[in-house]
Nanobody, 123 residues
């Protein structure tokens, strides 16, 4: 069974940092691209970042570019999102997801994702 377990969320002040970690199992992690997505209450799921299987390519949403960094360790089946210069609008439930999303008419979907870890940015 595909399992994706996120951790590292919590409360941060504006300008602060958090690092999210995802531990994957149940599939050949090193052969799949991986993503981070987030969802705030009442809003659509947003593709935050993605990374190719061998880390040769990355994607960042314009809203986080320059502030967040995605990385992976294929030997440990882990995915990381380093979040710096946090803003209140980064507040959301963050999900680790297998692969890149399918985007149809602005709607983001993934085949597999975890339970999520809450990130709250507030002063």
């Amino acid at each position: 069974q595909v399992r994706l377990v996120e951790s590292g969320g919590g409360l941060a002040q504006p300008g602060g940092s958090l690092r999210l970690t995802c531990v994957a199992s149940g599939f050949t992690f090193s052969t799949y691209a991986m993503s981070w997505a987030r969802q705030a209450p009442g809003k659509e799921l947003e593709w935050v970042s993605g990374i190719y299987s061998d880390s040769s390519d990355t994607y960042y949403a314009g809203s986080v570019k320059g502030r967040f960094t995605i990385s992976r360790d294929n030997a440990k089946n882990t995915l990381t999102l380093q979040m710096n210069s946090l803003k209140p609008e980064d507040t959301a439930l963050y999900y680790c997801a297998k692969g890149y999303p399918r985007v149809v008419t602005g709607t983001v979907t993934f085949d597999s994702w975890g339970q999520g870890t809450q990130v709250t940015v507030s002063s």
